[in-house]
Every structure is written in C-alpha cells, then in structure tokens.
C-alpha cells in the first residue's frame, strides 16, 4: 500500500509541475504497478475505465470554464495529457491504498467531496490550472462532482473485485482424491 501511495503522489506531483514533459515517467510508474501488482484484470479495467470517466468529466468542466490550463494542452477540447495520466495514476489507487473506502461508502463519498477539491485546488496553487470561477464557486462545483464519483469509482471496484474473485472461485476444479497404492502382500 505504501508503495502505490507513493507511485501515485510522484505521478501527481510530477504531472503537476512538469507537465507533458513528465508523461514517460508517469507511464512507467503506472506500468510498474501493473507489473508490481501482477498486471490484474480489475487494476486494468479500472485504470482504462477511471480515464475515460476523467477525460470526459474534466473535459466538460474545461469547456463550461471551471478551470483552464497554463500548459500541456495538445487537443483544444480535451484536457492534456499530463491529466490524463493523473487519472490512471489516480485509478491504481481504488484496489490499494484508497481499498478502504471501499467498505466505508458514506466516507468515501464524504472524503471525495473534500480531497478532490482539494487536488484541483492544490494544483492551480502550483500554477498547472487557473480557476477562473474563484476558489469557493471552485471548490463547491468540485465537491458535488467529486463526493458521488469517489463513492461510485470505490463501489464499482468493489463490484468488479468481487465478481472476479467469483469467476475465479467458479472456475477452480473440485478437489481430486488420489488413490493412496495398495500395500503389495507377499
């Protein structure tokens, strides 16, 4: 667990502060998880899945001028790629160092509503965003995004988790008795 908090908070910090430039870096670290984790089939679905969700979510609150972006902007109606990659860094975290919230639902919800904020916030601080709405307007637009979305990315991980472990459970053959030989009498 520590370690996925680490690999996350360099993808964040690097993404933040170096941009694009910092994408190679933030690939290896996402593709050393999956190597460290053993590659697992919900890691990969979450991760694939979380920067959709991502790409679309902060791309419209780009578009509807929530927040605008002082670098790294390669397509001019989505969010840059150092984003992107925070997300799926983001993401390794739901089956590992965030796997508690998903038995708390009502904490997950809550911790959303303040730490996604909060990393939005931090981050125009740093200068990779401008908040043009102001910090409280800011913060409130991303407390009721980020409260249900936390909850529903940490229940789906739930879901998916659980529905692997089934599949596997299922798939498991029956236990085999072997026949102990027979004492050869003489």
């Not at 991980?157 to 798939?171: E, G, L, P, T, W």
Request: proline content about 6%.
């Amino acid at each position: 667990m520590l370690i996925n908090f680490i690999l996350f908070q360099s993808i964040w910090f690097g993404c933040i502060l170096l941009g694009n430039t910092f994408l190679p870096v933030a690939i290896a670290l996402v593709a050393f998880h999956l190597y460290y984790t053993k590659c697992s089939k919900p890691d990969v679905v979450i991760i694939t899945a979380s920067v959709v969700i991502g790409l679309f979510v902060d791309s419209m609150l780009m578009a509807f001028g929530v927040f605008e972006f002082n670098h790294g902007l390669v397509v001019p109606f989505l969010i840059p790629p150092w984003l992107v990659l925070i997300w799926a860094g983001f993401a390794m975290t739901l089956n590992h160092s965030l796997r508690y919230f998903q038995q708390k639902p009502w904490l997950a919800f809550v911790g959303g509503s303040i730490s996604g904020p909060l990393s939005y916030l931090a981050g125009a601080r740093l200068g990779a965003i401008e908040i043009p709405l102001g910090l409280w307007q800011t913060a409130i637009i991303f407390a009721v995004i980020w409260g249900p979305l936390f909850l529903l990315l940490t229940q789906w991980a739930k879901r998916m988790n659980q529905s692997i472990y089934i599949q596997v459970k299922d798939v498991q053959p029956n236990e085999v008795q072997v026949k102990q030989p027979q004492e050869q009498k003489s």
